[in-house]
């Protein structure tokens, strides 16, 4: 059973604060990664994805990668309060980007005025 | 900026009644899905659709659910005979190849 794991927080931090996420995931198999943000009663949104390890950066938001660790990381910087959501990672294993996506449970982040 | 649709938002049914949720997929899109998540749980893996016929579909997705893409815009998931434990949000979501699959607002149901 391919598993992705997250602590489920809430992660708090004050505005302005790096939050820093984590995800692990089982399957050695695993090609893509995804960080979704999910508010409360809605769909996920894409964040960014990242396929090679390594970091990506994409405004606030870095993306680390260690497939040798099985590890994905989100870093959000200067973290404002319209960032409190669910962080939900993601990770594929069939077909690339074209499989199924592998959802852990997310993470609550608050961001405090 | 295009956007995967769904209807209803909401829909309330009977337990043992058959429920049929709707999806607009992104027009060029090729991929199309269906996840769903049980309040406070994961989003969870349906059955993905590829050219007409299911590519793949999880444990979750068994006889009771069927999937139709009828014309050349929408993507249907049939529930026939529902349970309470069907009761989830449904999200539908649909990606163009290669990238990022992108999600509809989802339909709430309530089987009671």
Redesign the interface.
Known sequence: QKEVEQNSGPLSVPEGAIASLNCTYSDRGSQSFFWYRQYSGKSPELIMFIYSNGDKEDGRFTAQLNKASQYVSLLIRDSQPSDSATYLCAVTGYGGSQGNLIFGKGTKLSVKP | EPEVTQTPSHQVTQMGQEVILRCVPISNHL?F?W?RQILG?????LV?F?NNEIS?K?EIFDDQFSVERPDGSNFTLKIRSTKLEDSAMY?C?S?Q??????????TRLLVL
């Open positions: 991929y899905y996840y749980q994961k989003v969870e893996f993905s590829y793949e999880s999200f979501a990606l190849g290669g990238e990022t699959q992108y999600f509809g607002p989802g």
